[in-house]
């Protein structure tokens, strides 16, 4: 049997975590052991290439002819990474991708930036620069004039910030901006094997850290705490850590927690909601326990919250409405005695989200969202239930949709008794 680590050797680990600048080296050095055991897992992780980025655009510009739209704006953002592999971060100078229906992609970028903007370029592409006292949509609308296509709509990525909105309108008055999701949407909701094979490793690595941490919270931790533990296993496993968030208490009753400091001890719910990054890909688990002994009411619910997600995933079928899950869980929980719709006690968000490169992504499972699922889509189960003042469960796991049903990429826990699974 493996030695259980000291609480002192575990808040050095949080200390080294948290402030890598400040911590004492002999204290660093007494924290190693404790993650000794993990090792990267992601060494077979296959990043997007180029035979990838080139499909992408087909399929964009295919969806361009068929909506007839002419080209589409693109800012900074998990969007331009997805069709060009440029990582670039917002500012008030315009930094942009123009998708044409036809040919190669346009990068506009400030004249002193283009070197470093090419480093990520990851496609073929015209990159046209605008010096500081140009108009950048002026550029734009060069480029559309340019390839003549002007007197098509020209779509909006529906992130872009209302200034390259408004620019580009009066570089062209003439012009019909209309939205861009038919295409960006139709691209990125539906994943390839490529992105469901990162999304899996990315689960992989949170569940690993999950099972690390799991026996080594302990009375009188924080969430703050907690977390850092987390994210420093999800680091050492290859992960990058998104969010590492641990909810304690009375806290674990509002679904993003509560300002307030909070500390483990018996008979307290610590619920976790976390996720880390691989080449660009998401995961996203919830985990729910009780600190010691559970009581009855809380056993209760963590059973209703482990059916809820399996009626969820019941009603996950090809073709049906991504609100009809919603809509599902929520009569169960009815008929259990919570809501009804949204009050509480009970469910108060929506049973799930769509995931991808970005945490949350189009679409949700929520009431009334029309859009049908389709194989490739891919979405988190997440149908906690709430007792506000008392204390929440929550048991998130994200599953892939294929033509035979819902794939799960973490197992859900049977067992408040084994919560992580």
Avoid at 137 to 144: P, Q, R
Avoid at 318 to 329: E, L, N, T
Wanted: a neutral charge.
């Amino acid at each position: 049997m493996p030695v259980m680590p000291t609480l002192l050797s575990r808040r050095a680990l949080i200390a080294a975590a948290a402030l890598p600048l400040l911590i004492r080296p002999g204290l660093l050095r007494a924290a190693e052991p404790d993650l000794a055991g993990l090792s990267d897992v992601t060494g077979g992780a296959v990043p997007i290439g180029p035979e990838e980025r080139a499909r992408r655009l087909a399929r964009a510009q295919g969806l361009m002819k068929a909506k007839g739209i002419g080209a589409v704006l693109i800012e900074p953002g998990s969007s331009l990474v997805y069709f060009t592999g440029v990582r670039w971060g917002r500012s008030e100078r315009l930094t942009a991708a123009i998708l044409p229906v036809e040919g190669e992609p346009c990068i506009v970028t400030p004249f002193f930036e283009e070197p470093s903007v090419r480093e990520t370029l990851a496609v073929p592409a015209e990159v046209r620069v605008w010096q500081e006292d140009q108009n950048p949509l002026a550029i734009v609308a060069g480029f559309l004039r340019d390839r003549k296509l002007t007197g098509r709509p020209v779509g909006i990525e529906e992130t872009a910030r209302f200034f390259a909105f408004d620019g580009l309108q009066k570089a062209l008055p003439d012009a019909r901006l209309v939205s861009g999701n038919p295409v960006v949407r139709g691209c990125r909701m539906v994943k390839t094997p490529a992105e469901i094979a990162l999304m899996q490793l990315a689960t992989d690595v949170t569940m690993a850290a999950y099972r690390w941490l799991h026996p080594r919270v302990e009375r009188g931790m924080t969430g703050a705490e907690i977390g850092a533990l987390m994210s420093a296993a999800t680091r050492k496993l290859g992960g990058s850590p998104e969010f590492s968030m641990a909810l304690i208490g009375e806290a674990s009753a509002y679904p993003h927690g509560s300002k307030q400091v909070h500390r483990v001890a018996d008979g307290q719910v610590v619920l976790m909601d976390c996720g880390c990054t691989v080449e660009g890909y998401q995961s996203d688990v919830s985990r729910s326990w009780v600190h010691g002994t559970a009581s009855t009411e809380q056993r209760k619910v963590w059973d209703l919250v482990a059916r809820g997600q399996q009626v969820a995933q019941s009603a996950a079928r090809i073709g049906a409405p991504a609100g009809s899950i919603d809509d599902a869980v929520r009569r169960f929980y009815t008929v259990q005695g919570f809501g009804p719709d949204y009050r509480l006690p009970g469910l108060s968000h929506r049973t799930g989200h769509g995931i991808g490169m970005d945490g949350h992504e189009p679409v949700n499972l929520v009431r009334g969202e029309a859009t049908p699922l389709a194989p490739g889509m891919c979405f988190s189960n997440e149908p906690g239930l709430y007792l506000p003042g008392k204390f929440g469960i929550r048991i998130e796991d994200c599953f892939h949709m294929t033509e035979s049903g819902p794939v799960w990429f973490s197992q859900p826990p049977r067992s408040i008794d084994a919560p992580i699974g």
